[in-house]
């Protein structure tokens, strides 16, 4: 089964091919980043009107690539939530459409579910069930997942996101947009133990999470700093403040992992490509003799063949949606509308 799929939740215009939900045959991504730095983030409204502009023309990409024809797709897959819903609205839109016209399948895909999904893409042998650590601007969870229509949220953030926290101390840090790749560099090049900044672990029995604290704290050393008239190391701060979000993710998936038993984890969205998540994570779990899987760079950030892995599933599921499919900006995972 052959289900082209769009992707517009954010400020990535993304078309994909995906067959069977785990080959994919295109994966076409226009990345807005470079529009959207001099503002030190996304503008929705800039970011709807690049995806007015350019979806027509990487759907035409990516059909030439797969050398397949609108005829030979067998579905129609789109981002449904949670984003923004502009940017929602135009993949939807178009993807009705296309639907309509067609006479094909109309599928709609959680956001959060598709970053799950992608570990599929890169791993064949993956199946439920498995915890995921979903890490990204909007989203950090703890996410059960028991098959491949259910997920069960065990923590969440009670704040800010990891990500979000990445993009608010790399502005401050003068380091740019986004946050998270700016960082993890920077940090390549600081000393980790040179500030001593809090590690927010919450109720130890429970998994939620929270940044809010440890954003504050950076703030007001850098604050201190200021008014001292003191020199500050960016580079350190990056190292250091990078260390205690990873320390918490890390630990509390772990434990969260230990408590349920289970001896398989995913990682998914834009952050868990951070390099000290990922060797942190990974010995981790060694140590604790769980097997860790996460995607490629390039399906981590957001992109469409994850979204027709997850709609392969959806839709074999018999989760196939209709021509009233709307774009809800705080979907829940879990639920279609």
Do not use: W
């Amino acid at each position: 089964m052959k289900i082209l799929s769009i992707e517009t939740s954010c400020d990535e215009t993304s078309v994909a091919i995906v067959e069977d939900g785990r080959n994919i045959l295109t994966n076409r991504i226009y990345s807005q980043i470079g529009i959207h730095q001099k503002y030190g983030g996304v503008v929705p409204e800039i970011a709807s009107r690049n995806h007015v502009t350019k979806l027509p023309y990487i759907i035409d990409e990516a059909l030439a690539e797969s050398k397949l024809s609108l005829a030979e797709v067998d579905a129609i897959a789109v981002t449904n939530g949670p984003g923004l819903v502009g940017a929602l609205l135009i993949g939807l839109s178009t993807a009705k459409a296309m639907a309509y016209s067609l006479g094909k399948p109309l599928i709609g895909v959680h956001h959060i579910e598709g970053h799950i999904a992608a570990n599929f893409l890169q791993f064949p042998e993956l199946a439920p069930p498995f915890l995921t650590l979903v890490v990204s601007g909007g989203h950090s969870h703890l996410v059960l997942v028991e098959d491949y229509q259910t997920f069960k949220v065990l923590g969440r953030t009670i704040d800010d996101a990891a990500g979000e926290a990445f993009d608010k101390i790399s502005r401050v840090l003068g380091l740019g947009y986004p946050g998270g790749p700016a960082i993890d560099a920077a940090a390549k090049n600081g000393n980790p133990e040179a500030i001593a900044f809090p590690r927010v672990m919450l109720d130890k029995t429970e998994y939620n999470f929270s940044f809010s604290g440890l954003k504050s704290a950076v703030l007001n050393y850098l604050n201190g700093k200021k008014m001292k008239n003191e020199a500050v190391n960016p580079d350190d701060v990056a190292a250091s403040f990078q260390l205690a979000v990873i320390e918490v993710l890390v630990s509390k998936t772990i434990a969260c992992a230990n408590s349920i038993g289970m001896k398989s984890i995913c990682m998914a969205g834009g952050v868990s490509c951070n390099s000290l998540l990922r060797k942190m994570m990974g010995q981790a779990a060694a140590d604790a003799g769980m097997t860790l899987y996460y995607p490629d760079p390039i399906l981590c950030t957001d992109n469409a063949a994850m979204i027709g892995s997850m709609a392969y599933y959806n839709y074999i599921n018999g989760e196939e949606s209709d021509l009233s499919l709307n774009g809800i900006p705080g979907l829940k995972i879990g639920t279609r509308q």
